[in-house]
């Protein structure tokens, strides 16, 4: 979900770039330009390592001028842009959440006592623009289990 945020972006305001994927094999590419947090995405711009995909996406912004801006130069309406920026940043935890629920066998978001939280997770979720762009639910699914499996078989 963090590279799509970055991708996402880049495609919007038709910036060229090169797709390095790196994920379960990390190259010495990844470890020379992010050799904090070995961590992806990270940007290379101008020779230049980025980290962070929030950062990214803000330095993508000021960076490449273009429509579609993410957020406005008015102070007032930049902060209400990024409240509601924080609701994509986090809305995909929704759907995380119930995977790992299925997964592992155990409820995190308990319907009763965290209802507002899971209804908002329903709503957010049920928007089509946002359920459109989500992988499928099998494959997340599959790829979890076999890293779940991986992790508990490594701690015995
Ligand atoms: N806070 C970071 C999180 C990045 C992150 O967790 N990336 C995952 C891939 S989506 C990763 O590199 N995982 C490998 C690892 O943690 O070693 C961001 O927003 O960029």
């Given at each position: 979900p963090f590279v799509?945020?970055?991708k996402w972006v880049l495609e919007l305001k038709g910036i060229q770039y090169q797709y390095v994927e790196d994920l379960g094999n990390k190259s010495a590419m990844l470890l020379q330009?992010?050799?904090v947090h070995k961590k992806l995405p990270a940007l290379v711009h101008d020779g230049k390592p980025l980290a962070e995909s929030l950062v990214i996406l803000?330095?993508?912004d000021e960076t490449w001028k273009q429509d579609p801006s993410l957020l406005p130069h008015d102070p007032y309406?930049?902060?209400n842009a990024i409240l509601r920026e924080s609701d994509i940043a986090i809305g995909w935890l929704g759907y995380w959440v119930r995977i790992v629920e299925e997964i592992v066998?155990?409820?995190l978001i308990n319907e009763e006592l965290m209802a507002k939280l899971d209804a908002w997770f329903d709503n957010f979720l049920e928007l089509p623009v946002i359920n459109e762009c989500m992988s499928p639910r099998d494959k997340?699914?599959?790829h979890n289990k076999a890293f779940h499996?991986?992790?508990?078989?490594?701690?015995?």
């Open positions: 799509l945020r970055v330009y992010n050799p803000e330095y993508i309406e930049k902060a066998g155990v409820n997340l699914l599959n499996k991986l992790l508990t078989s490594s701690s015995t």
